[in-house]
């Protein structure tokens, strides 16, 4: 099973995106789901995750307050939405999630914890 991020592009500083990620042949909802990042020349890294049933939101400092994460079960789609972008945001943004009783923040930071990933999406913000 992969998941489909979609919804990457170019935008000028300022501006906003939202991200799409969807979950064909998974249960999204039964799942907690999380949206890294991988900067050129960096290492993937945490960005924001919703527990499975959409009690617990966790954000990295950089992007709190700008991006929100959340998911519509109808869909079985996960979303990131993201705003005032900054060029220090420009990554490829992948979506993941991973099966678990109960959700933990610790875990949920861990790249190594999601079993299901997506193949990335360009985000790109210009000074």
């Known amino acids: 099973v992969q998941l489909q991020a979609s919804g990457g592009g170019l935008v000028q500083a300022g501006g906003s995106l939202r991200l799409s990620c969807a979950a064909p042949?998974?249960?999204?909802?039964?799942?907690?789901m999380g949206w890294f990042r991988q900067p050129p020349g960096n290492e993937r890294e945490f960005v924001a995750s919703?527990?499975?049933?959409?009690?617990?939101?966790y954000y990295a400092d950089s992007v709190k307050g700008r991006f929100t994460i959340s998911r519509d079960n109808a869909k079985n789609t996960g979303y990131l939405q993201m705003t005032s972008l900054k060029p220090e945001d420009t990554a490829v943004y992948y979506c993941?999630?991973?099966?678990?009783?109960?959700?933990?923040?610790?875990?949920?930071?861990?790249?190594?914890?999601?079993?299901?990933w997506g193949q990335g999406t360009q985000v790109t913000v210009s000074s």
């Open positions: 919703i527990s499975w049933d959409d009690h617990k939101l």
């Open positions: 042949g998974l249960t999204l909802s039964n799942y907690h």
């Open positions: 993941g999630a991973y099966g678990s009783r109960y959700y933990n923040n610790y875990y949920a930071v861990q790249a190594a914890r999601y079993e299901y």
